[in-house]
């Protein structure tokens, strides 16, 4: 399965929160396709953060664009240039005020190829301790909840928890404790 | 936790591609943002098809805007005012030429709702069975391949599935079937 070949590439929009790019490609069969449109947004590191007593940390956000408050993994974008862990370490710590000792990566993927050039990446991160209060952005009305990561699991299950990067995580990280993951 | 009040609304780019928006709106707090954007995108419906063999089929597509050959769950885009689990019945048959007398629907949720207006619909599909051959779009070059539903599981925690909505699936499915679900 061959690579597309970009022929031309036009910035349609590009300005601080949005980067839509539209290409001209050139297929594997010959065809050209003049249109196709991608956007370009940041990386994304999300966390699991189970603690001692193995409960996970859960994020309730207002989330505009589907007008639904969603549970969700605490995390944020990746600031150009900056490492994915260190992302992870810093979100963690200014979303929820945790700190943790001990980090994997779980996965690093993607939301929605189709269009998005972005990656996610997930890390657990075991024993997770306060070690300070939440620093938040002025649009940032969120919530934590600490729950047991098998009604996470179960959340997950009955649709309580319906972003696919969170269930993603959260569902990796059981099979990742249940295997003694280190 | 309150819902934003949108006072004005934009369209930014408006194509068979893209719809992309931008709002202004009214936080809770009473802040003013005038520059929320969002992506007006057509909701998706994915498939987890699991035969009496308990095999899962799995698409293998090149996406042009991450450069990769993934692995994904078949499915695709939900038209304007169609049934969810008619377009996964449709997407099937399409895409893999295979059918199912039995549907469940595992979830309905989100890829990014922080900035995308769009549902991903999940259904389970059990004893699956070729029925036709496939039937794809000109810009498709995509492969079908069938894989113990164990070794989906597998290549999800070692990140060769890594598109977050085919990992829910898939986990989601290993869970419902170790549950007897019905």
């Known amino acids: ?27 594997p069969n010959g065809i050209i396709l003049d249109d196709y449109y991608l956007f370009e947004k940041n990386d994304v590191a999300l966390i699991v953060a189970v603690d001692e007593q193995n409960c996970i940390i859960l994020k309730k956000e207002y989330r505009y664009p589907v007008n639904e408050v969603l549970y969700e ?3 944020g974008m990746i ?6 862990l260190e992302t992870a370490k810093r979100e963690l710590l200014e979303e929820t005020g945790n700190i943790s000792n001990d980090w994997k990566q779980l996965m690093c993927g993607y939301d929605y190829p189709t269009k998005d050039t972005n990656c996610v990446y997930i890390f ?13 952005d002025i649009s940032e009305n969120i919530e934590m909840e600490k729950v047991p990561l098998q009604e996470a ?16 995580g959260i569902l990796l990280t059981e099979l990742a404790l249940k295997e003694g993951f280190r």
Chains 1, 2 share one sequence.
């Open 1 to 27: 399965m061959k690579a597309w070949k970009k022929l031309s590439s036009t910035q349609v929009v590009h300005n601080k929160w949005v980067k839509l790019r539209k290409d001209t490609v050139k297929l």
């Open 73 to 75: 993994l605490p995390g």
């Open 79 to 84: 600031e150009e240039g900056e490492d994915p």
């Open 124 to 136: 657990l991160a075991k024993n997770v301790k306060k070690a300070a209060n939440q620093k938040l």
């Open 153 to 168: 699991v179960k959340m997950c299950q009955n649709n309580q928890i319906k972003v696919n990067g969170s269930i993603a």
